[in-house]
Nanobody, 125 residues
């Protein structure tokens, strides 16, 4: 079992930055690929970014490419999502997730077995 806890969300003005963290306990994150997903009010959950177990491969949704980066520190059992140049449309509830297919930075939610409780990001326009 892996327990995931997100932090770092909050209220920020458009154009600003936030860094989300996803801390794991229970098992080492180094055996999992990790992903970030978000869900805005009234909308379906959507993929944001993912990273393989080694950190060598990442993937991003088109809507965040060039603005968001994903990274991980396996020694700290933590994954990060750095969000820059935030837009109002980035407002959503952000969740991290762990996938046992550690070689794939997947954008498919069903590939992920463990999910955190999430953190709210609100971008004021």
């Amino acid at each position: 079992q892996v327990q995931l806890v997100e932090s770092g969300g909050g209220l920020v003005q458009a154009g600003g930055s936030l860094r989300l963290s996803c801390a794991a306990s229970g098992r080492t994150l180094s055996t999992y690929a990790m992903g970030w997903f978000r869900q805005a009010s009234g909308k379906e959950r959507e993929f944001v970014a993912a990273i393989t177990y080694s950190g060598r491969t990442t993937s991003f949704a088109d809507s965040v490419k060039g603005r968001f980066t994903i990274s991980r520190d396996n020694a700290k059992n933590t994954v990060y999502l750095q969000m820059n140049t935030l837009k109002h449309e980035d407002t959503a509830f952000y969740s991290c997730a762990a996938s046992p297919n550690k070689y794939s930075a997947s954008n498919i939610p069903t590939h992920y077995n463990y999910w955190g409780q999430g953190t709210q990001v609100t971008v004021s326009s």
